[in-house]
């Protein structure tokens, strides 16, 4: 029904910096808070932002000052612009939505992309 695309991980040198893509696609009805997460190995899935139809944002504090989030509406597209990147940033990157079908208009589901590596090293 409603699938999610991510892209733009890779490796990348501590301070560097990377910019993520998501893209939602199929039956919508209107996307409404699209946000991105992460899974270090051995760590459950964190948030890292959030972002709202009005652009009102929501960040982990550990990126905070260096990730910044945002969306085309239009286009039904999530951005993460991620700056000085730590090893520690080091995990899978996956892009949610939340989305109302044109069957259920009242009624959100949750979606997730498959996930893109983003590594930081030396």
């Known amino acids: 029904q409603v699938q999610l695309v991510e892209s733009g991980g890779d490796l990348v040198q501590p301070g560097g910096s990377l910019r993520l893509s998501c893209a939602a696609s199929g039956m919508i009805f209107v996307v409404n808070d699209m946000g991105w997460y992460r899974r270090a190995p051995g760590n459950q899935r964190d948030l890292v932002a959030v972002i709202n139809r009005g652009g009102s944002t929501n960040y982990a504090d550990s990126v905070k000052g260096r990730f910044t989030i945002s969306r085309d509406v239009a286009k039904n597209t999530v951005y993460l612009e991620m700056n000085n990147l730590k090893p520690e940033d080091t995990a899978v990157y996956y892009c949610?939505?939340?989305?109302?079908?044109?069957?259920?208009?009242?009624?959100?589901?949750?979606?997730w992309g498959h996930g893109t590596q983003v590594t930081v090293s030396s």
């Open positions: 949610n939505a939340k989305v109302a079908l044109p069957s259920a208009p009242s009624r959100q589901e949750n979606y």
